[in-house]
């Protein structure tokens, strides 16, 4: 008969091993953990600061003249009763205008590239756009922070 020894870990070191190896998982939880909730953390706050600004962006359409100052132009005037500025610029705060409830045209023309309004006060925007007599047009205002004003008017 073949005499076969066998020696199996005393139970100090499985106990050792057993906790290096809870540790060691626990530690890499606790890790994941924390990188997670520091990238959800960021996000909320982003988020929460595009809202605290969009709440602050308020202005309004007061006038549109069209033909003014030269015929094929319409001039609209906005006042800003928020508590930063708006601004309008390509891409990022749009004006739009047509004669449908829903205008989608972009202006051409505009003078500026961006215009700010700043809190409290008034500013106009003029810009080339062909209207008709007795035709009632549809000014669409999207703020930088995503507010919209809808204005219409009878040329």
Same mark, same amino acid.
């Given at each position: 008969? =073949?005499? @076969?020894? @066998?020696r199996g870990v005393s139970p100090v070191v499985a106990s050792i091993i057993l906790i290096a190896v809870t540790l060691s998982v626990g530690l890499a939880l606790w890790g994941f953990v924390i990188g997670e909730a520091a990238m959800s953390a960021g996000a909320m706050g982003e988020s929460t600061a595009s809202n605290v600004n969009n709440l602050r962006e308020r202005f309004v359409i007061t006038n549109v003249a069209f033909d003014y100052p030269n015929s094929g132009n319409v001039t609209v005037w906005f006042y800003n009763n928020g508590a930063i500025n708006t601004q309008f610029k390509e891409n990022n705060g749009q004006i739009f205008i047509g004669d449908t409830s829903n205008p989608t045209d972009e202006p051409t023309g505009w003078t500026l590239t961006s *215009? !700010? *309004?700043e809190v409290k006060k008034s500013k106009s925007i003029t810009f080339d756009y062909t209207t008709n007599s007795g /035709? !009632? %047009? %549809? =000014?669409? +205002? *999207? #703020? $930088?922070? #995503?507010? *919209?004003?809808? %204005? /219409?008017? $009878? +040329?």
């Open positions: 008969m =073949i005499k @076969r020894s @066998r *215009v !700010t *309004v /035709y !009632t %047009y %549809y =000014i669409k +205002a *999207v #703020g $930088e922070f #995503g507010n *919209v004003v809808l %204005y /219409y008017q $009878e +040329a």
